[in-house]
Nanobody
Framework: QVQLVESGGGLVQAGDSLRLSCTVS????????VGWFLQAAGTEREFVAA????????YYADSVRGRFTISRDNAKNTVYLQMNSLKPEDTAVYYC?????????????????WGQGTQVTVSS
């Protein structure tokens, strides 16, 4: 079993920045990639970004490319999502998740373990 705990959400104004953290514990040897997803009220969970656990390959949704940066600190088993130039439409609950599939990182259904989520609210 893999456990994930997110932190770093909050209420900010448009144009501000936030950094989310996702600490991974448990059977981390089974993790191939860690992804971030968002879910706004009344919508389905959607892909934001992902990073391979060992190689550092990164993947982004078009809506966040150039504004968000995903990174990892393997010594701390932590994945970060640096979010800059935040927009009101970025408002959502952000989840991190772990998958054994290093190739289809945009598909939420392929993620086995999820964190509890952290709320990000961007006011205009």
């Amino acid at each position: 079993q893999v456990q994930l705990v997110e932190s770093g959400g909050g209420l900010v104004q448009a144009g501000d920045s936030l950094r989310l953290s996702c600490t991974v514990s448990g059977r981390t040897f089974s993790v191939s990639a860690v992804g971030w997803f968002l879910q706004a009220a009344g919508t389905e969970r959607e892909f934001v970004a992902a990073i391979s656990w060992s190689g550092g390959n990164t993947y982004y949704a078009d809506s966040v490319r150039g504004r968000f940066t995903i990174s990892r600190d393997n010594a701390k088993n932590t994945v970060y999502l640096q979010m800059n130039s935040l927009k009101p439409e970025d408002t959502a609950v952000y989840y991190c998740a772990a998958t054994r599939d290093a190739y289809n990182v945009r598909l939420s259904r392929l993620y086995d373990n999820w964190g509890q989520g952290t709320q990000v609210t961007v006011s205009s």
